[in-house]
């Protein structure tokens, strides 16, 4: 590989980049390299650096107004051409070194703004992999839950709504073969700052609440599907709203849905 960059470098390629003599894809083909082998970047930049001064040498030196107005007030008429031809060069060479720095500078520019749209390019093309991986990540994850609250083990308890809380409604599908239940809250409404969906698992007779955990992120999950584990004989499932944190035993006032196990699904 070190052969292969040290030949494209003794190429002559880069000067012509430098110069602006390449074409558009090839002077894609280069910044590509630069890119990838720091070496020929720096290549690049040590020949612009040599081009910018080698213009600075070829500057003329500065010419005082008042030798000038001296010469056009002298008496001497004497022409010395080849001093006048001298000087013409010289400046014309100057002006051919300043049309050079400017095209040298108008090219590295332009080699930056190449540059920048690449790595925007770059990050926003990341950006859409990882969105697309994020949403067949989430689509893989929908479709286990469905398939998962559809296999004919799982039972469906409904929740309704309790007291004040008529509008609320849930389903819980429980899976007594895995111990696993799914809480479908797309009817409960999101959560005030500072509190959460308790999930409760009943016995009846005598009533005795046990928990089976909190929702935590419920306001911000698009789905509202969540999995809880369930290794209790459940005659029933309520849930309540409970500071975060959950609570050791639930808060009967604020019992949004309670629903039964049917006894004979």
């Avoid at 040599?50 to 000038?68: C, E, K, M, Q």
């Avoid at 008429?77 to 080849?82: E, N, S």
């Avoid at 469906?156 to 709504?161: F, N, Q, R, S, V």
């Avoid at 700052?193 to 308790?198: A, R, S």
Wanted: proline share 4%; charged share 25%.
């Amino acid at each position: 590989m070190m052969k292969d960059v040290k030949e494209y470098i003794e190429s002559g390629i880069l000067e012509l980049y430098v110069a602006g003599k390449l074409s558009e894809q090839e002077n894609q083909e280069v910044h590509e390299m630069m890119y990838e082998h720091p070496e020929i970047k720096k290549e690049v930049e040590e020949i612009e650096k040599a081009i910018l001064l080698l213009t600075a040498s070829v500057a003329p030196g500065t010419v005082s107004f008042n030798n000038i107005l001296n010469h056009l007030n002298s008496n001497d008429k004497r022409v010395i051409p080849l001093k006048t031809r001298y000087n013409w060069v010289t400046y014309t060479g100057w002006a051919a070194s300043i049309l050079l720095a400017a095209g040298l500078i108008y090219n590295y520019q332009s080699k930056v703004d190449l540059q920048s749209e690449l790595e925007l390019t770059e990050r926003e093309n990341r950006i859409l992999e990882i969105k697309f991986e994020d949403s067949q990540e989430a689509l893989v994850q929908t479709q286990n839950t469905l398939d998962a609250i559809r296999s004919k083990d799982v039972i469906t308890i409904p929740l309704g709504g309790q007291g004040n809380f008529a509008d609320s409604y849930a389903k819980v599908y429980w899976n007594k073969k895995d111990n696993s239940i799914y809480i479908d809250g797309s009817g409960l409404p999101e959560t005030p700052t500072g509190k959460v969906w308790q999930i409760w698992s009943l016995t009846l007779n005598p009533l005795t609440p046990t928990s089976l955990g909190t929702i935590d992120g419920f306001n911000e999950d698009e789905d509202k599907l969540f999995k809880f584990e369930n290794e209790y004989s459940s005659e029933a499932f309520g849930i309540t709203l409970e500071p975060t944190g959950g609570s050791e035993s639930p808060t009967m006032d604020q019992l949004h849905t309670l629903g039964v196990v049917n006894s004979n699904p």
